[in-house]
């Protein structure tokens, strides 16, 4: 049985959801003309069918009148019927796999996502420019290096200007022993990335010295950002930048399956815009941003609604425009636009240290009247 949740499809918890490659599915379950489509866009697999959006959404994607919406539903429907039955059997035959690293962001937040955000996933983080992006993730690695010295992680800068004073000043607050400084930092692996070429040949050295140990020490991988490297090969008249940005998200994601990774990508933002309808062209005026808790929320994450499906969640940041009289810092929250592994709509307020210490709340809203509450 399914059930329909802000039209969302939404699977029963108490019963086992497996995920497949659509292209494996038996035609009688899902049309292999429907797969080919929902492949074009960047749904690959059962899960990033039916959790990354509602079926609306991903109807309005497709081909014109190629297909009707009752039947859009109703593959859904038995899609999900045949994965709850195979997901029982498997259940039965496969224990669950181990998480073995997570990544702590704020304490509220962190609940709402099974402790963390958790390794063998590849996630996006999007905001405009100065939304606390970096310093969110350089907090967050830091923490987990310092709370764990056995691991290690690696961060791609594409633009330059990794914050290493930054990165020190963090350290030398938190942790107990100013000797401890030299050695954390050695476990920041920090490589640049300044094309699409260089950024293969960085997970291709990565991947080979994963492969040949048994246990590596790299948990987390951070690339800031990801847009400059695909934004130049995006265009509506040619499908060669899709592709690209395809190959690159699946080898990232075959890096974090594989290897039990946890992959975050950073991606900017651009404004949000009504798309066209019939007969009406696109608007140019923005619109609020339908995945936001927040109505005054008109800007959307850069490259595409296909490389958002390409990821496991989205995390999005913002400089809250309203401040109060006398106030010494900016308030700033981070909202889970989406996510196939935790709830959506969830946020959290924080502000930012003269030194880039994360100050958190431990308030965590979930709709857009609970800010004023």
Known sequence: ????????????????????????????????????????????????????????????????????????????????????????????????????????????????????????????????????????????????LVKDKEIEALWIDTTGDFPIERAVQILEETLSSIDELGPTLERLHVSTAIDIESIHEIIRSLEAQLSESHSSRIKCVVIDSITPLLGVYLSAASSQGHAIMAGLMHSLRHLAIRYSLLVLVVNNATLMRAPPGLGRPASREPVSNPYSAFE??????????????????????????????????????????????????????????????????????????????
């Open 1 to 144: 049985m399914h059930y329909q949740a802000r039209g969302y499809t939404v699977l029963p918890l108490a019963q086992s959801v497996i995920t497949m490659r659509l292209s494996n599915i038996p035609s009688s379950v899902l049309p292999n003309r429907l797969a080919t489509q929902l492949a074009s866009l960047g749904i690959l697999t059962s899960t990033e069918l039916l959790f990354s959006s509602s079926p609306l959404e991903i109807y309005a994607r497709l081909s014109p009148k190629s297909i009707s919406f009752t039947c859009f539903e109703d593959f859904i429907k038995a899609l999900g019927d045949y994965l709850v039955t195979s997901g029982q059997d498997a259940a039965e035959s496969a224990p669950e796999a181990p998480v073995d690293f997570k990544l702590e962001t704020f304490p509220a937040l962190d609940k709402q996502l099974g402790g963390g955000l958790p390794s063998a996933r590849v996630i996006e983080i999007s905001g405009d420019r100065g939304s606390g992006k970096s310093t969110l993730l350089l907090n967050s690695v830091l923490k987990s």
């Open 296 to 373: 005054s929320t008109i800007r959307k994450p850069a490259l595409g609604p296909s490389f958002t499906f390409m990821t496991d969640a989205t995390l999005w940041l913002f400089c809250w425009p309203e401040q109060t009289d006398g106030e010494a810092q900016s308030i700033y929250i981070v909202e889970v636009f989406r996510s196939k592994f935790s709830i959506s709509n969830a946020w959290n307020t924080f502000k930012i240290s003269p030194t880039g210490i994360l100050l958190s709340s431990d308030y965590l809203g979930y709709n857009r009247e609970d800010l004023h509450a």
